[in-house]
């Protein structure tokens, strides 16, 4: 069906609020304890026709978001009041193994699980989403996704934008039936409608002044080349500073046109609109495939995300004393290695999607990997076709992109981008690309997982553990 573009406001999630503060007797340190409920709810999305059936976190989607200062511990309560399995990853942080939402460790309806986090990591933008067994797809495009952001000191001394002027966006796509309910996450996909904080092409208002976005690519199967142009003059791109990726602050921002996200990436921006006053901006996604990039299906409406209209003044007049220094931090990088990296290759074997061969649902040849904890290594990540591309992530660590090649006739010729120089924790693997990655593998031992973050090719079955238990021979 045909949707009214731009003619709802776009939401902001409520942040959370915990439900107890005490402190965590083993060391002292504050811990937070917060209940999310797993609940179904309806919701009209096409004026006129039926209502759609979701299912997120605390009955809303995206679900509220968690908001911890660094330090400050959190254990949350993931109730599933649903009516079909869960298992919650906090996506980016070194959770240890029993809280990481390994996806046989599955929560049926009518119980819950408590999540413990320590939240130590440097300032970054989180998100928690659904990670069961062959249903990931399926939740996650329910609705089971959130933000979730460690805020920190040293990213707060920076005097960038915040407050108000930080904002969640999250990204999806989905598809409707033509009476206006949910079409299946089976058989997927790219899906026509695209959502940002859970409404499809929304419009917010903005004053003449800076931003901070935290865009999140949360879709079951969608990469965007995103760009901000004048709504009347859209081949005129308008620059702006990419402050973050995945794992934090870059070293110094990186000023782009054009920003490629794919799934479950992370990439926090700063777009000033001081010099917009009164104009409307739209922020828009690349035709044609993300411009070559990617493989996705364009439609109608799929090269246009939402709207901005820019107030001729700031609030009371107030001037932005926000800023965007051209130092953010120095970034963690892992010592350097020498070691021949470990090879693994995303492809499709016997019809299924599989990493070296291997299928996650094979509980013997999954384990591709042992890593002794507190060591690095490279992984060279291969993706020899040409039909698809693979966002792959890795659990627990962060990582350096070392390098990207070309491997053949229909590759993209990309090179690493400047705003993928920093720590992260997805790479998007295009077309025939392989890509080294160096990670210090630490702190925690444990059985982790990597995968393909197309949620379709994880589910069937693009997903391998790694072992950081290393016992002795
Ligand atoms: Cu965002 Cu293994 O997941
Ligand atoms: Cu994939």
């Known amino acids: 069906p045909q949707y009214p573009m731009f003619s709802v406001e776009m939401p902001i999630p409520p ?165 206006g309910t949910l079409a299946p996450a089976t058989g997927l996909f790219f899906g026509d409608v695209i959502h940002v904080n859970g409404e499809p092409w929304p419009f917010a208002n903005v004053e003449p002044r800076k931003y901070r976005f935290r865009f999140l690519d949360a879709a079951v199967t969608r990469s965007f080349g995103l760009y901000f142009a004048n709504s009347e003059d859209l081949t005129t791109r308008i620059p702006f500073q990419v402050i973050a990726s995945d794992s934090g602050l870059l070293e110094h921002p990186v000023e782009t046109e054009l920003l490629y996200i794919s799934m479950a990436e992370r990439y926090d921006v700063v777009f000033d609109f001081s010099g917009l006053a009164g104009q409307t901006i739209d922020l828009r996604n690349l035709a044609g495939q993300v411009g070559g990039i990617g493989t996705d299906t364009d439609y109608d409406n799929s090269d246009k995300v939402m709207r901005f209209h820019v107030a001729e003044e700031t609030e009371n007049n107030e001037p932005d004393n926000s800023d965007v220094p051209e130092n953010l931090r120095s970034v963690p990088y892992p010592t350097p290695t020498d070691m ?81 120089t920093g720590l992260k924790d997805v790479v998007w693997l295009g077309r025939q690309e392989t890509v080294v990655v160096e990670a210090h593998y630490a702190p925690f031992p444990g059985l982790y997982m990597f995968h393909c973050h197309n949620l379709i090719h994880e589910d069937t079955d693009m997903m391998a553990a790694f072992n950081t238990t290393v016992l002795p021979d």
Request: proline share 6%; charged share 20%; glycine share 8%.
């Open 15 to 179: 942040v959370k609020e915990p439900k107890l503060v005490t402190t965590n007797p083993a060391n002292g340190r504050e811990m937070r304890y917060y209940e999310i409920e797993i609940q179904g709810f309806s919701k009209q999305v096409y004026p006129g026709l039926s209502e759609a059936e979701f299912v997120g976190y605390d009955g809303i989607s995206p679900g509220p978001t968690i908001r911890v200062p660094r330090g400050v511990e959190s254990v949350v309560r993931f109730v599933n009041n649903a009516n079909q399995n869960n298992s919650v990853h906090l996506h980016g942080s070194f959770s240890r193994a029993a809280f990481d939402g390994w996806a046989e460790d599955m929560t049926q309806p009518g119980e819950y699980k408590d999540y413990y986090y320590p939240n130590r990591q440097s300032g970054r933008t989180l998100w928690y989403h659904d990670h069961a067994m062959h249903l990931t797809a399926e939740n996650a495009y329910k609705g089971q996704a959130g933000m979730y952001i460690i805020d920190d000191e040293a990213e707060h001394a920076l005097n960038l934008p915040e407050g108000d002027y930080d904002w969640p966006m999250i990204l999806a796509s989905k598809q409707f039936n033509a009476d």
């Open 340 to 420: 021949e990296p470990k090879d693994f290759v995303f492809n499709r074997t016997n019809n299924v999607w599989t990493i070296n061969g291997a299928r996650f649902s094979d509980p013997v040849g999954r384990l591709l990997a042992n890593v002794s904890t507190g060591t690095v290594q490279r992984w060279r990540l291969i993706n020899t076709g040409a039909g698809w591309t693979h966002p792959i992530h890795i659990h627990l660590v962060d990582f350096r992109i070392i390098s990207r090649t070309n491997t053949g006739a229909q590759g993209t010729g990309r090179d690493i981008m400047p705003y993928e």
